[in-house]
């Protein structure tokens, strides 16, 4: 069993809720030199439980989808608002598992005949009840950590639609690594779901940009649009709108 010291547990809990926070970031809140913070990171790293990364750090764990649905509350509420409004009426659309993608059904009220295709369990509670809803959710394995049904039977089933939007999640996306995810058999569904669609919208939250998951989803080029919080560097955006993607901050 790995044995951790107090601090050590503490920054875990950290990245855990924000894996992008910096070393200056978390020393600050621990009261301890940012020397100090560099010695722990590399312990963890060490010990298989951090991915360095520069100036920073994410667990090598993924925390449940419960847990991160906690991270960034208000922001994820808004992009999944401002993801609905894209919504018409008659459409048949994915939504891909995440921690933002499901919100979005609660705001699809008074949209009438939407057809929802997904590998997403959280989204059954909000559309049994709005009736203009039907509910396609496709076969496979359920993973209760990440609320989501994977594998290649899900991948599979998703070739079976065509779709007017699809409204995909990240673990991270960035103009050099494009998007991407911490785990292969979520960044195939991503794919698969852009595949299927005529118009791909990222929703993600600012945490997610410059970060690098572990699997590689495809390059920005082949989304629509990202939709994201004021929290993006101005920077970031000017960037992305300059690549030829269309970005709603929110």
């Given at each position: 069993?790995?044995?951790?010291?107090?601090?050590?547990?503490?920054?875990?809990?950290?990245?855990?809720?924000?894996?992008?926070?910096?070393?200056?970031?978390?020393?600050?809140?621990?009261?301890?030199?940012?020397?100090?913070?560099?010695?722990?990171?590399?312990?963890?790293?060490?010990?298989?439980?951090?991915?360095?990364?520069?100036?920073?750090?994410?667990?090598?764990?993924?925390?449940?989808?419960?847990?991160?649905?906690?991270?960034?509350?208000?922001?994820?509420?808004?992009?999944?608002k401002a993801a609905a409004s894209?919504?018409?009426?008659?459409?048949?659309?994915?939504?891909?598992?995440?921690?933002?993608?499901?919100?979005?059904?609660?705001?699809?009220?008074?949209?009438?005949?939407?057809?929802i295709v997904t590998n997403s369990?959280?989204?059954?509670?909000?559309?049994?009840?709005?009736?203009?809803?039907?509910?396609?959710?496709?076969?496979?394995?359920?993973?209760?950590?990440?609320?989501?049904?994977?594998?290649?039977?899900?991948?599979?089933?998703?070739?079976?639609?065509?779709?007017?939007?699809?409204?995909?999640?990240?673990?991270?996306?960035?103009?050099?690594t494009g998007i991407t995810a911490?785990?292969?058999?979520?960044?195939?569904?991503?794919?698969?779901?852009?595949?299927?669609?005529?118009?791909?919208?990222?929703?993600?939250?600012?945490?997610?940009?410059?970060?690098?998951?572990?699997?590689?989803?495809?390059?920005?080029?082949?989304?629509?649009?990202?939709?994201?919080?004021?929290?993006?560097?101005?920077?970031?955006?000017?960037?992305?709108?300059?690549?030829?993607?269309?970005?709603?901050?929110?």
């Open positions: 069993m790995v044995q951790m010291l107090g601090r050590e547990k503490e920054i875990l809990r950290i990245l855990s809720e924000d894996s992008g926070k910096t070393v200056t970031e978390i020393s600050e809140m621990l009261e301890v030199s940012a020397v100090t913070i560099r010695s722990d990171l590399k312990t963890l790293a060490d010990k298989g439980l951090v991915v360095r990364t520069r100036g920073g750090a994410f667990p090598a764990f993924h925390p449940s989808i419960l847990e991160r649905q906690k991270h960034m509350v208000e922001e994820k509420e808004r992009i999944a894209h919504v018409e009426d008659g459409d048949n659309i994915m939504i891909v598992a995440g921690t933002t993608t499901p919100l979005m059904v609660k705001y699809l009220l008074g949209k009438r005949d939407i057809h369990t959280l989204i059954y509670p909000q559309a049994r009840i709005n009736p203009s809803i039907r509910l396609t959710v496709v076969a496979g394995e359920f993973r209760p950590s990440a609320e989501a049904i994977l594998g290649p039977e899900a991948i599979q089933g998703l070739t079976r639609f065509h779709v007017q939007k699809a409204f995909l999640g990240a673990d991270g996306f960035s103009l050099g911490d785990f292969v058999e979520v960044a195939e569904i991503v794919k698969m779901a852009a595949s299927r669609s005529e118009q791909s919208l990222l929703l993600a939250d600012s945490s997610k940009y410059g970060r690098a998951g572990f699997a590689h989803i495809m390059g920005l080029d082949v989304l629509d649009g990202i939709i994201t919080d004021t929290g993006l560097p101005s920077s970031a955006s000017k960037a992305l709108e300059e690549f030829g993607l269309s970005v709603e901050l929110v």
